[in-house]
């Protein structure tokens, strides 16, 4: 049998936005968590495209949830929250904002 080891910034098993539109949250579950030193920063960025919405701080659990940051203003269209772990980009969620 085959074991792969995971990679140091962790593997997300599924990602998903709630609520699409003003009181938007995201849910990341991982599948393998990263490794600690980079688990005290794994930042949420919303954006509905090019333009960054703001950059929410989530904790190391195995679920983690960001809401939308305080005061954005989501429009209509598609919203997109992307997790990072340092700078690689671990998962990302996207929904479509009435």
Request: hydrophobic share 45%.
């Amino acid at each position: 049998m085959l074991t792969l080891t995971p990679p140091r910034e962790g593997v997300i098993a599924t990602g998903k936005i709630s609520r699409p539109g003003p009181r938007a949250s995201a849910t990341f579950r991982f599948a393998a968590r990263p490794i600690a030193t980079l688990r005290s920063s794994l930042p949420v960025t919303w954006s509905p495209g090019t333009r960054i919405l703001g950059v929410v701080p989530v904790g190391s659990g195995t679920v983690v949830r960001a809401a939308l940051p305080e005061g954005a203003t989501v429009v209509r269209g598609r919203i997109r929250a992307v997790l990072r772990a340092g700078a690689i980009v671990v998962g990302s969620a996207a929904a479509r904002a009435r």
